[in-house]
């Protein structure tokens, strides 16, 4: 694209005259690293502390799907907090917090050989046996 219609379009949508100076184009990588031992151990420091920042903050947000509700469980000491019940969302809860969810939805069966009741799902006889094999 030409020089001006570049100049025209952020010059119209961000009200700035966005001028670079020529200098800048022949920037190196190695122009903006620092050359002194201090310096990057200081860059390097800080860049593992924003990268570990970020990674803690990222998971850290937990969601409830929906048609659940959930209690949150301590991860280290396994408590859950019968307190608060959280609805479908996204909450920030901490990286060492998880749910526990538990469905919404109440579904009924019945097994038996009778007609069931409207809106009751219908399922053969629950057949089982015992430890010898036997049909109970």
């Known amino acids: 694209l030409p020089i001006s219609f570049l ?3 952020v010059g119209k949508f ?9 200098e800048a184009m022949d920037t190196k990588v190695g122009d903006v690293i620092p050359q002194s031992c201090e310096k990057k151990c200081a860059m390097c420091c800080c860049s593992s502390v924003l990268f570990l920042l970020v990674l803690l903050m990222s998971t850290s947000v937990k969601q409830v799907d929906r048609l659940h509700v959930a209690l949150l469980k301590n991860g280290i000491t396994g408590e859950v ?5 959280y609805m479908p969302g996204r909450y920030f809860v901490g990286f060492w ?5 538990f469905p919404t939805t109440l579904n ?3 097994f038996s050989d009778e007609t069931p009741e409207e809106g009751v799902q219908k399922l053969d006889k629950l057949r089982s046996r015992d430890r010898d094999g036997k049909q109970i």
């Open 81 to 85: 907090n019968l307190e608060r019940s």
């Open 7 to 9: 100049d025209h379009f």
């Open 14 to 22: 961000t009200g700035l005259d966005c001028v670079v100076p020529p």
């Open 108 to 110: 009924t069966i019945e």
């Open 97 to 101: 917090q998880d749910f526990v969810p």
